[in-house]
């Protein structure tokens, strides 16, 4: 199975990834599972799925993966590392068309040091990133000089700003560890900082607001929120949407991260677009799942992963027509 495409992707996830035999033992997994596992990424080739995976109920409900055409979600599982120490996760579990399963691992840690570090891939991309970046910046400052007008040095001015956010998102990743940068976040600014980009860019779709003027700011990281917004959004351009509506809610009684049932600030990317393929809405937000030929899969499983580092959530739901993609975020910091 080494070599598989899907596989150099995986092996860069922060998200936990086994494929296992229809015997259910581990054909493969990546260094984040056996990092959690605390075991080696050979060492665990072979050996059952019941060595780590010990209820048997959780077993059966794997098997039964094999059996159905969707997903099969388990909450809340119990896993015995190799060191013996237990770590409680989300896991889903999905039959390829070859008979393996694909398991998909989401521990639910509650402490900053299990918290889930951005994958090597993103670290990656970070270094890669920060020479065109300076070349884009130095570029549009070169704009800003020349611009015949106020309209396109405004527009020369915001590539500057973008770039220069861009720089230090990437700067934090490679020398912070890919923390999140904990502080105060008007969600409603940065929702008209992501309007003001999207409406700069070729063939706009219309971008609405409904907001709760209310509602607090949120305790966040807005660099990575604002990637969530404008990954979202840009899926619903891709999905030819004509119109977009950021509509932001309080709720009571959300269930975010971990099953906990909080309040929480609702944000819905609203679309009217192509909507999601059918056969995507069990395994949408699972990493290396697209509806695009050329899509990597990876956009919505980092958003998800950015939500849950805030201890919210990311779903999606298609009502009479309209995509809805709902961002969740905990009220109460710390509570």
């Known amino acids: 199975m080494n070599g598989e495409p899907w596989q150099a992707w995986a092996q860069q996830l922060a998200t936990g990834i086994a494929l296992v035999g229809p015997d259910l033992h581990v054909r493969w997994l990546n260094p984040a599972l056996a990092e959690l596992l605390a075991c080696g990424t050979r060492s665990a080739l072979g050996q059952p799925l019941a060595l780590w995976l010990t209820a048997a109920d959780d077993q059966a409900q794997v098997r039964r993966a094999q059996t159905v055409a969707h997903a099969v979600q388990l909450r809340g599982v119990s896993l015995l590392a190799f060191d013996d120490s237990r770590q409680v996760a989300d896991v889903t579990a999905q039959v390829l068309a070859d008979g393996n399963l694909l ?10 040091a299990a918290t889930s570090p951005l994958s090597a891939t993103l670290r990656g991309f970070a270094h890669e990133v920060k020479n065109p970046l300076a070349g884009l910046r130095g570029a549009a400052q070169l704009l800003v000089r020349r611009a015949p007008d106020a309209a396109a040095k405004d527009l020369a001015q915001l590539i500057i700003d973008e770039a220069d956010r861009l720089a230090a998102l990437a700067n934090r990743l490679l020398h912070h560890g890919g923390n999140p940068q904990l502080a105060a976040v008007n969600l409603h600014e940065l ?5 003001e980009l999207v409406r700069a860019e070729p063939a706009a779709p219309q971008l609405r607001h409904d907001f ?3 509602l607090p700011s949120v305790h966040g ?13 840009r899926n619903a351009v891709e999905a030819h949407a004509q119109t977009i509506t950021l509509r932001t809610r ?4 959300a269930r975010l991260a971990g099953g906990m049932l909080r309040a929480a600030l609702r944000l819905d990317v609203i679309d009217d677009g192509s909507g ?19 899509g990597t899969g990876l956009g919505l499983a980092l958003a998800r ?7 919210g959530d990311l779903t999606c739901n298609t009502v009479s027509g309209r995509t809805v993609f709902s961002l969740y975020l905990p009220l109460e ?3």
């Open 103 to 112: 398991l998909e691992i989401h521990p639910l840690a509650a402490s900053p």
């Open 221 to 233: 990281d807005a660099d990575r929120l604002q990637q969530i917004v404008l990954n979202l959004v």
């Open 250 to 253: 309080a709720e009571h009684g």
């Open 276 to 294: 999601v393929p059918a056969a995507l809405h069990d395994t949408l937000f699972e990493p290396l799942v697209s509806g695009r030929a050329d």
């Open 333 to 335: 910091h710390g509570t």
């Open 212 to 214: 709760d003027p209310s």
């Open 305 to 311: 992963e950015f939500a849950r580092e805030h201890g």
């Open 191 to 195: 929702l008209d900082r992501v309007t």
